[in-house]
């Protein structure tokens, strides 16, 4: 199946995500081969928002841009989103945190409707994508020092495989192959990329 409109996506979100509260069910995927066994028994939480905005002219996905300055990851397109603190009650709450940190969006503006399945990367970190609903008329502010940029993507164009291309690159002595989805002057690929295709795959390939 493919991509036809919004309300078949929240569908199949609230069908085929795991719920907002509550045990996960979804297989966790990534980088896990590139990780020592001492390396996953320290792998640390983290999550994203992947924010859905009913735009009139169509739902876009909110992405943004990482500043050169950061430490990791500089200059790379991401999602909102980052470590789960102490004081968070869960994957979800982390995810609002930091994207009100991120984009300006109140917690309470977002319209939760499920979860992903965690992502583990080379970091070792396990992200879980949380999706949420955002107002139609949402302006983000972005915060300067973790935010060059904030953007939006087309939800039809994400959820499209004639899109999703692969690339090479050696990472940890390995040969490592990942997704890529360029779109209007963005390099969206890696782990947001990752995280989009397996979105996808759960949402759509499973008729």
């Known amino acids: 199946m493919v991509w036809t409109n919004l309300d078949d996506f929240i569908d199949r979100v609230n069908a085929r995500l795991d719920p907002p509260v509550g045990l996960s069910r ?9 990780l020592t066994p ?9 999550a994203v928002l992947f924010g859905v ?3 009139r002219g169509g739902a876009t996905a909110l992405l943004t841009l990482r500043p050169d300055t950061m430490a990791d990851h500089a200059g790379q397109v ?18 609002l ?5 991120e984009v300006g969006i109140a917690p309470k503006d977002v319209d939760v409707l499920g979860k992903g399945a965690p992502y583990i990367t080379g970091t ?3 992200i879980t994508p949380v999706v949420g609903l955002l107002p ?12 060059a940029a904030v953007f939006e993507t087309p939800l039809d164009f994400l959820m499209n495989t004639a899109n999703h291309t692969t690339g090479q690159a050696f990472y940890k002595g390995q040969n490592r192959t990942y997704y890529e989805m360029p779109h209007n002057g963005y390099r969206i690929w890696g782990v947001t990329a990752g995280i989009i295709r397996r979105l996808y795959q759960t949402l759509y390939e499973s008729d």
């Open 78 to 95: 991401a999602l909102p989103g980052g470590k789960v603190d102490p004081l968070d009650l869960d994957e979800v709450a982390a995810a």
């Open 97 to 101: 945190r930091e994207a009100h940190e």
């Open 53 to 55: 905005i009913p735009r």
């Open 38 to 46: 001492e390396e996953v028994a320290i792998i640390r939480p983290a």
């Open 124 to 126: 070792r970190y396990r």
């Open 26 to 34: 979804l297989e966790e995927f990534g980088d896990m081969d590139f």
């Open 136 to 147: 139609h008329d949402f302006v983000p502010v972005p915060e300067p020092g973790e935010v």
